[in-house]
């Protein structure tokens, strides 16, 4: 009786045994099944095959690039590649692209297969001031179309785009005028000054003020890229020549998209023709017996006034006469007449004149400027 019990003992151990064999048999075999999807016991680790969601998947690539540093600016173009991928392990039909903020622009597909792509023509759109300001421009794509089934299968796909410039309102000043001549007095200096919007956002209340001529123009809004141009002239005066230059001056100013007020100033020396002083002297003489008559006419032929000058007249008896040529500005002309009756003398029988101007300029500078003429006759 004894020994069988010890059999039965030795019978539930071996049982127990054999079942603790069987759990760890299993579990292994369990751990070898899912090392063995995931790695390569016996050699290289494979990777775990990517499981892709079913789907409409949209992708926006832009395909340009800026055409100056690395953002897009006022005007410039950026071109877009949209693909639209079917994720679904089954076809769809009628099959309609489209964005609907910016282009408005839709593409239809009869089908597109399981897994396959489809990629529309590029589209392309000019940075406009909105954008700038925004400082991005959103897009809005969308896929609609029907499965094996006819059931309708749709997905969209907002787009944000931020390579955009900053907000950089800014102008530039250019003064024209003929730079090969040199100007003189009462010359008329003839000119232009331009501003040209260089900035990414329109300007608005520009002011050019022409501080030669004394004037001040004005325009309402100037967009990009876009020029205002002013003509103005001014009349040389003997003041200027006497300077020896004009000031060519301008002060510009523009409101900028926030009202703010951009200021720039442009100035220029004209250099004139130096102070030249000089009269012009032409005489005609007519006899009627004994009487002379002279007449004199004398010009400014220079480019500053007379301050002090007169036209002297000495005859054969040492008398002299004296006419009085100050204030005689440059392009002006005076005309005297001087009549001399010869004496009824038998011991006269020549007579002379002396003629002679004097004068002198502005600049203090005293000069003999027409030297003179002697004029003689005999009976």
Known sequence: ?????????????????????????????????????????FGDVT???????????????PTSTPPNGDKYDYHDEVTFSVTVTNNYPYEIHDVTIGEDNIFGEEFSVATLGAYDSYTIPAQSVPIDEDMILAGYVDFHYYVNGFDEEDNEVNTEYPYHFTDIAAV??????????DSSRTYNFNDVFNYSISVQNTGNVKLTSVNVKDLLADRVVTRDELTQNSIFSSVGFYTITEADVLDGQILLEAEISANDHTGREIKKEWSSVITLNAAKPRLDFTYEVEQVGNTYVFRFNIQNSGNVTVSTGNLSIKNGANETTNFD???????????????????DDPEIVCYSFEIFTEAIAPTGDESLIYKGVSLGDCK
Not at 10 to 37: M, Q, T
Request: zero cysteines; a positive charge.
């Open 325 to 343: 040529i100050i204030g005689l500005a440059s392009g002006d002309e005076r005309t005297f007449e001087y009549t001399y009756n010869i004496p």
């Open 47 to 61: 990777v775990k095959k990517k499981v892709i969601p079913p789907g409409i998947v949209i992708e926006v690539v």
């Open 1 to 41: 009786m004894r020994k069988n019990k010890k059999n039965f003992t030795n019978k539930k151990k071996r049982f127990i045994l054999l079942n603790s064999f069987l759990v760890l048999f299993l579990v292994l075999g369990l751990g070898y099944s899912v090392l063995s999807a995931n790695l390569n016991i």
């Open 168 to 177: 950089n309102p800014n102008f530039e000043v250019n003064v024209n005028y």
